[in-house]
């Protein structure tokens, strides 16, 4: 440092102030201001990258409040829809319930009157067959005991002794 303060010179000191001024003069008239644009151009930028940041931010959280509202109600109306194919699953059960119930008794009457029927039939021809045979077995048997004499006598005092009795 002393060594400085030694060999100072006041002319080379006067031309390096002087170039310096110069150079700031030279740098202020056409540096500065390019320099500033810049600066505040960059700034100018970030801000509105910022903005628009935000922005986005913002209808980001609009669009997701939408997009929640929108799967809110495209979950009621499922579940609206649900309800309603399964009341008409239920209602179309019930019907053909109700159906099938009708149906069935329908088919019981008509089974019970078929077999009321073929029951009589049967009835009768077991009425009839019955009859038949009945007179075919009393004609052998008259036949037998009308055949002798004696016979005959104890069937007549036999039937006068029914009827008085009753």
Request: hydrophobic share 45%; net charge negative; no cysteine.
């Amino acid at each position: 440092m002393e060594k400085l303060i030694n060999q100072f010179e006041f002319g080379l000191f006067f031309w390096q102030i002087l170039i310096f001024v110069g150079l700031v003069l030279l740098l202020k008239k056409f540096a500065w201001k390019p320099i500033l644009d810049a600066v505040n151009e960059r700034e100018d930028g970030i801000k509105n990258a910022l903005l628009s940041a935000e922005n986005a931010k913002k209808e980001m959280l609009d669009l997701q409040a939408d997009n929640q509202r929108i799967l809110q109600e495209a979950r009621l109306e499922r579940d609206t829809m649900l309800k309603e194919a399964r009341e008409m699953k239920e209602k179309m059960v019930a019907d053909a319930k109700n159906e099938a119930q009708v149906q069935g008794a329908k088919m019981i009457e008509q089974a019970k009157a078929a077999i009321e029927s073929e029951k009589n039939g049967a009835v009768a021809e077991l009425k009839a067959q019955v009859a038949t045979l009945s007179l075919s077995i009393a004609e052998k048997l008259l036949k037998e005991e009308l055949s002798n004499k004696e016979s005959q006598t104890k069937l007549v005092e036999k039937l006068l002794g029914d009827v008085k009795l009753n």
